[in-house]
């Protein structure tokens, strides 16, 4: 289930949202935030989240950043593997945190550029 509306989101991101670009009042943008919801929570709250989320992105509501925001439950696990960062998650209040994506920078290779 969860694949399938990631696809359908992909699907708009590329084909559909040529048609409205520029036009979202937030930061991420409503696409990204569902995928961000979708791998952070559970199906059904994810659909939840960015159907609210949806309804809010008109002249109404003021805009701005809203990133998504998960509840963790802390686990001691060490893991002294290299790992890659995909998101940060930035503390509110106990165990709330807001889920902001790390920057990806793009890499060229040194002896191609010679």
Not at 27 to 42: D, F, G, M
Request: charged share 25%.
């Amino acid at each position: 289930m969860k694949t399938l509306f990631r696809y359908l989101i992909k699907f708009y991101q590329r084909y559909l949202s040529v048609i409205s670009f520029g036009s979202c009042r937030y930061y991420p943008t409503c696409s990204n935030y569902a995928l961000w919801q979708l791998e952070n929570n559970s199906f059904f709250k994810a659909i939840y989240f960015t159907i609210s989320r949806v309804l809010k992105c008109n002249q109404l509501f003021a805009g701005g950043f809203d990133y998504p925001i998960v509840k963790i439950v802390r686990h001691n696990n060490i893991n002294f593997k290299k790992i890659k960062v995909k998101y940060w998650l930035v503390p509110i209040d106990g165990k709330k945190y807001l889920i902001v994506k790390n920057r990806e920078w793009k890499t060229y290779n040194d002896e191609s550029t010679r």
